[in-house]
Every structure is written in structure tokens, then in C-alpha cells.
């Protein structure tokens, strides 16, 4: 981001400081991206798109309140700090809130490789799509297609404030994706695949992409239902890495502080099996959630959040810190519009010692889940059932394709009953190798 940004947030903070806040933050966005999809080897969109959004937090004492703009002309940015200012001091007061002391904000900036300097053209993007939307269809069994898409992004991100904190970096992104249907009738399947990454060189092969589609959606034709059975459940890597998010959630400071999670009062105790870790790496080179510093200008740090199974900390913005008692963890993410919360970066669960085949070596009977859907998950006691697709095991091997079925069980009941395969790949945000977890409930006919 060019130093003229930070010069303009700088001075967005000098000047509310000048309004009468006591201290103030500032961060901007700019943004590019661009799309096309197409569907059945014709293109259907085509679209670039560009944008600036800045944020202003200002602090009176310790009431706080935030405003944001797109227009950063001097006469608009006045007016941003006059309106942010008068909020703030009708706003109620938050014995959490404020700044980071100015001996804890980040000193240095590592380059983590997060920017790819090359843009592709619209015509790049559709021989991607093309070649991603032609390899699926290619498939047989494969009779019509949902479309393929292809997508560049650029991020650029800048914070100022009054503690002395000023920082940027900027993240660029490439995806492919498609989802195409088998079948005819009342007996059609459809399935998806895609690949995303930072760079455009690092993602995978558009044709293995399609294939892959084309072949998941194939092997999903003739489902059956399956019989109401307390069994091994094995959750695929795509749909595993939602049981990393599950904690995550659990262990977000905000609800650690409200007493609304499952985990809240598990510090210190065993809450996987044995062994397992659960990472989060902000400091990844090239990871699709990097970054040096979080939202709050604490320097970013990988951590493990969960050690030999044991729960070693929360996720923790400065807020949530205080309110605890404790120290942020540096988690803090930051939009425009509101203060600060906490998040995950590149999380992921580590790999185990075992191949995918001899996790499910041992199964006489039990369910391969490959899609998940609805929401049915209580963060406050851990209640857990989703509706579920995938494959019945059978003597250890895959075998016919399930749907309309529902998985149920105690999030705390399966973490301790979890065991990760040795596949892990770093593929999405959130990362997860293939799971087993033991004796959970397939509620089918």
C-alpha cells in the first residue's frame, strides 16, 4: 500500500485526537477483484470490480465508538472525525476497551510472500474455467454442469493509531472452482471441487481440479438411506476441518467471557485425545490467512492452541484479554464499521501417523461423511447433529453412496474420540486431515 495511505490514517488520528478523543485508530482497505464464470464451455460472467473503505475508531475516556467512509476527500474525513467523536461521548461506557500499551504493538514487519505481483488476464481466467469446466464434464456419467469459475483478488491493508502503531501489507488470492451433475431425473447428484491459493503458480492443475469434481459427483449416484446405528464415524478432510472451526468457536474470548461456550471452563484439561495439537499460524508463507500483525497492531505469533490434547489458551483480542484478565493472544481482526474481534488465521489440526485407509481398517460397519449440511450446533452445551452425505464402510472399504441422513453426538464427546489419518493438507483456511471419531449416531430409515 502506497505510504500516502498510512500518511492519510495518521492524520485521520492526529486530527481526532485534535476533535477531543483521548486516543483513536484508523485502518483502511483497498481492494480489487475479478471474476468470470462460465458454464457449459460459454462464459456468463465477466466482472472487475474495485473498492476503498476506511475506519475510524475514536476513545473518550473509556466509551468508544466507530464510523467508516469510502470517500477520503479532506471535507468527508472532517465530518467522519465531528460525528465519531460526538458518538463516542454518548456512547455507554466499556471498562475493556481501548489501545494497546505502545511497549506491546509490533516493532518489525516479516515478509511473509503474501502478495503475488503478477494479475491475470479475463482471457487467463476463462482458459482456467475452460479447462477446469471441461475436464469435469469430461468425466463419464458427468450430464450437465452447475458452471466453473475463476477468480483474482488483491487486499491491501493499512492501520494507524495514536499509541504509535502503523503497519500495512497487502494479499492477493487465486481460485478455480466447479460443480457439475451425474444423473438424470429424480436421480441426479452433483458434486464440486476447487483450488485456492496466493499465488496463481500454487494452485493445482485446473484439469486435476475438474477431474476430481467430475469424479466426486459420479461416485455420489444410487444413494441409499442408511439404518439408525450408533457406528465410527470417518469425516473426509473437506468436511473435517468444520470440527477444527467447532473449537475455534469454542475457545473465542468473547464467548469464554460471556460463559456461552461448551469449553469455558476447560483450561488446562484434556479436551482431544492424547497427542493430537491443534496449530494456528498466522506467520505461514504464502497461507491463505497470513498476516504479520493482527487488528490491533499485536505482532502476530503462531501458537498452539491445544497441546498433547490439553486446551492451552483462548482466543484473545485486547478486550476480551482484559475482561479475563489475561493478555491478548494477538487474534484481534478488524473491519471498518465496528471495534475489534477475535479470530482464527490459518488454522489446522495436525497430522496423525496413520494412512486414511488404516483409520478405517477396523470398521465393520460405519459412515464416510464427504458433505455436511445445516447448522445444527449448540456452542453452549456442544449439542452436535447436521444433516450428511457420503459412503457406508463396510469390513474397512467404501461402499455404496448415503444421503438424507443425520450424524448427532456431544462436540466434547467427540474430540476426546478422535483420531486424525496422516493426509493433512493445507488446501483452506481452516485445515483438517481425514478424522475418525468413534461411536456417534447415523439417524437414517
Known sequence: M??????????LVASARRGGADAADAVMFKSAHLGLRQR???????????????????????RQASVSSTDPSPKALAELV??????????????????????????????????????????????????TEDAARAVPGITNSEGAEATWSRSEIAIAASNGFTGTYARSG??????????????????????????????EAAAVVGRRAGERTVKRLNPKKAETARVPVIFDPRVAASLVS???????????????????????????????????????????RSRPFDGE???????ALVEDGVLKTWLLDLASARQLGLVTTGHAARGTSGPPSPSATNLYLAAGKVSRDELMADIKSGFYVTSLMGHGINMVTGDYSRGAS???????????????????????????????????????????PTLRVEGMTVAGR
Open 40 to 62: 457449459l464451455g460459454k462464459p456468463e460472467m465477466l466482472e472487475r470490480s474495485e473498492s476503498q473503505d476506511l475506519g475510524l475508531r475514536v476513545l473518550v475516556g473509556k
Open 246 to 288: 467447532h473449537i475455534a468457536g469454542a475457545i473465542n474470548g468473547p464467548s469464554i467471557a460471556r460463559k456461552a461456550s461448551f469449553l469455558k471452563d476447560r483450561m488446562g484439561q484434556q479436551i482431544l485425545s492424547a497427542g493430537l495439537q491443534v496449530i494456528d499460524d498466522p506467520l505461514r508463507p504464502r497461507g491463505l
Open 390 to 432: 457420503g459412503f457406508w464402510i463396510e469390513n474397512g472399504k467404501l461402499t455404496h453412496p448415503v444421503s438424507e441422513v443425520t450424524v448427532a453426538g456431544n462436540l466434547k464427546d467427540m474430540f476426546l474420540a478422535m483420531t486424525p489419518a496422516n493426509d493433512l493438507e493445507f488446501r483452506m483456511a481452516v485445515n483438517a
Open 82 to 131: 465531528e460525528r465519531a467523536v460526538a458518538m463516542a461521548r454518548l456512547a455507554p461506557e466499556d471498562p475493556y476497551c481501548g489501545l494497546a500499551d505502545p511497549d506491546a504493538i509490533a516493532r518489525s514487519v516479516p515478509d511473509l510472500d503474501l502478495n503475488d505481483p503478477s494479475e491475470p488476464s479475463p482471457e487467463a481466467l476463462e482458459a482456467r474455467a475452460m479447462e
Open 2 to 11: 502506497p505510504v500516502a495511505s498510512l500518511d492519510l490514517l495518521t492524520d
Open 297 to 303: 497492531g499485536i505482532a502476530a505469533r503462531r501458537m
Open 174 to 203: 487465486h481460485g478455480v472452482s466447479v460443480s457439475v451433475v451425474a444423473g438424470t431425473g429424480a436421480g441426479m447428484e452433483t458434486d464440486y471441487d476447487y483450488s485456492s491459493s496466493v499465488y496463481g503458480g500454487d494452485l
